[in-house]
């Protein structure tokens, strides 16, 4: 079962999804960006899967620069692999499981087992 993480690229600190404001996002290529950071992604037509320790990160490539991604975990270790992403460009992540934004600073507080639960 994955788990579905959304990542923003927001000027505006997000509390809340409910409260974004769209003014404030920011057009990026995330998928750019993951190939340049991670070292073993699979490609299937427009599908990608990151292949990490003990971890796989599924997304669907982009035609244009977009403000915000939507991500399928599986295994803990994406989160945090996510997580060190996110912190080096700003980003902003929000567990679609819990309805929550997740601490890229204590990505455990958000932890694997909170999702299975």
């Given amino acids: 079962m994955s788990w579905d993480i959304v990542l923003f690229n ?3 600190k997000i509390t809340s999804v409910e409260e974004v404001d769209d003014t404030q996002l920011e057009p990026t290529d995330f998928c750019a960006v993951f190939e340049s950071h991670f070292s073993q992604i699979i490609e299937d037509d427009n599908h990608r899967e990151i292949k990490g320790e003990d971890f796989a990160i599924d997304y669907f490539i982009d035609e244009e620069k977009v403000s915000n991604k939507m991500v399928s975990l599986y295994g803990d ?3 945090f ?3 060190e992403l996110a912190k080096k460009h700003h980003w902003q992540l929000f567990d679609t499981g819990n309805g929550q934004m997740i601490d890229v600073e204590n990505p455990a507080n958000n932890g694997y087992e ?3 639960s």
């Fill in 81 to 83: 692999a996510l997580a």
């Fill in 114 to 116: 909170d999702f299975r």
């Fill in 77 to 79: 270790n994406g989160l």
């Fill in 10 to 12: 927001s000027r505006q």
